[in-house]
């Protein structure tokens, strides 16, 4: 608070001069008269605030059963460098449970006072397969070490009287490692968007597409037969196949890594589809292989490897509309006939 400092003196007679040093926004003066008993009142300063809300979703990957996250706390940073916290009680839940357009909402409408925010995170119980984050797949339960202890959240605003919500987006298949008997799991696949200005893609894939590459690549046919169909996303200044690069760390300038990648999966009735959620608003291109099984998160596949990208399926568009979380929907080829599966994956 400020303070009000009052000073009294006689000169020539008896007067009362009250004199105010103020230094807070607001306040009360509540007398100032020539009683000795003057009395000042400073009252509590209220700063506008707004609401803010953010949730959690994940792409599916296969393999994997079971993503199991324990969440600390929030942290935020505000423009005059003060740390905000807000406990989110060892929050546990199984990341896989909200693929697609599904979404865990973390914290809902919490008042935060106005302005900017930065430096924002959660942190993140690193797991020993006991205790703390978890992965389980095949061969058992393993421990999930997530780098730092957190999980980035964007820079955002609160705005008086308004409420903005963000959703983290987690791309399993970029950012999961197994090493040495437990799973990383990375920044660089990781993006949070204001859900106002993101929106959602749903593809439809030509089962030609699935034959043609299958029977292509033939000799490098998966352990158990099973080829892994994956849409790899890529921003707009890829314009051809040859500059869309696999999953990898430090590609040469020449090609570009993607933005998302997403496994494509068939529904009841053997439609080919795939989704990606959470996606900020921009242009965007997609690729397409049946190598997925050959393309690891780390390594160069294409130059040391196998993996090889089967098909470019042309450039998209993801709007918002007018509150955001449209869909678009694209054709991989000459799509399915209408087929994307359950928003949810």
């Known amino acids: 608070m400020g303070i009000i400092r009052l000073i009294s003196y006689t000169q020539g007679g008896f007067m009362t001069i009250c004199r105010t040093m103020l230094l807070s926004s607001i306040f009360l003066l509540s007398a100032c008269g020539s009683d000795s008993n003057t009395t000042v009142t400073v009252a509590e300063q209220v700063l506008p605030q707004g609401q803010f809300s953010l949730a959690i979703s994940d792409s599916p990957m296969v393999g994997v059963s079971h993503v199991g996250m324990v969440m600390g706390e929030l942290v935020m940073t505000d423009a005059e460098g003060v ?16 693929q697609g357009m599904d979404s865990h909402l973390v914290v809902d409408n919490i008042d935060l006072p106005l302005g900017q925010y930065h430096d924002a995170y959660v942190t993140i119980q690193q797991g020993d397969g006991n205790d703390g984050c978890y992965v389980e797949d095949g ?41 040495q008997g437990e799973y990383h799991l990375g920044h660089q696949a990781m993006w949070s968007v204001d ?12 089962p030609q597409w699935i034959a043609d590459c299958e029977t292509t690549y033939s000799d490098r046919t998966p352990i158990g037969g099973q080829f892994s169909h994956m849409a790899y996303l890529y921003p707009e200044e890829v314009t051809n196949i040859d500059q869309m690069t696999d999953m990898r760390t430090n590609p040469p300038e020449a090609v570009t890594l993607p933005t998302a990648v997403s496994p494509m999966m068939q ?19 997609v690729g397409y292989s049946c190598l997925g099984h050959l393309d690891d998160p780390v390594t ?15 450039s998209i568009t993801i709007e918002a509309g007018t509150q955001g ?6 054709e991989c080829g000459n799509g399915n006939g209408g087929h994307h599966g359950h928003h949810g994956g």
């Open 83 to 98: 740390i905000h916290r807000h406990d989110l009680q060892d929050m546990t839940f199984n990341l896989l449970d909200f």
């Open 139 to 179: 061969q058992g339960r393993h421990g999930l070490y997530v780098a730092d202890g957190q999980l980035p959240v964007s820079d955002f605003e609160i705005v008086a009287g308004q409420h903005i919500s963000i959703t983290m987006e987690i791309d399993l298949y970029r950012g999961l490692s197994y090493q």
């Open 195 to 206: 859900n106002r200005y993101m929106g959602h893609l749903l593809g439809e894939v030509d």
């Open 267 to 285: 529904d009841i009735d053997g439609n080919w589809h795939f989704a990606m959620g959470y996606l900020p608003v921009g242009n965007y291109r």
């Open 300 to 314: 160069d596949d294409m130059t040391s490897g196998q993996f090889v990208m089967f098909k470019d399926s042309g």
């Open 325 to 330: 979380g449209q869909q678009t929907v694209h």
